[in-house]
């Protein structure tokens, strides 16, 4: 299942000369909606959300009408929810102080001149 996944989202991000020719040689409607029944076997049809009805249904129609997903698409950047949750902990009075206070902390550890940065915040 991800493999197609990985090769339907590798077509919907090709150039339009490219992505012509794939849907010349492949039907892709047909591919979404195999992957869709094989998603609604797997997880069962009450897991199936909005958005991934929106993926199944829709994404191939915004492709055309959009272009590639590289210029409209978000989900590059959805893996940054991953970044955000892991820099504060649950429970916390400032979880946006505590995330700010983190990120900068990480950041300088990963920073080639190792630059000093310091947060600024001021009281309410």
């Avoid at 199944?56 to 698409?73: C, D, K, T």
Wanted: glycine share 6%; net charge positive.
């Amino acid at each position: 299942m991800w493999a197609l996944h990985g090769y339907l989202y590798r077509c919907l991000d090709q150039e339009e000369s490219t992505f012509s020719h794939i849907k010349q040689v492949q039907d892709l409607e047909k591919l979404f909606r195999a992957l869709e029944k094989e998603y609604i076997e797997t997880f069962g049809k009450e897991n199936v959300t909005y958005n991934t009805h929106m993926y199944f249904r829709h994404v191939l129609e915004q492709r055309l009408v959009n272009g590639p997903l590289y210029e409209w698409s978000s989900l590059k950047y959805e893996t940054l929810y991953g970044l955000l949750g892991m820099l504060y902990h649950t429970g916390t009075t400032a979880p946006g102080k505590q995330a700010l206070q983190n990120f900068f902390l990480r950041d300088a550890h990963r920073h080639i001149c190792r630059g000093k940065r310091t947060l600024i915040l001021r009281p309410r």
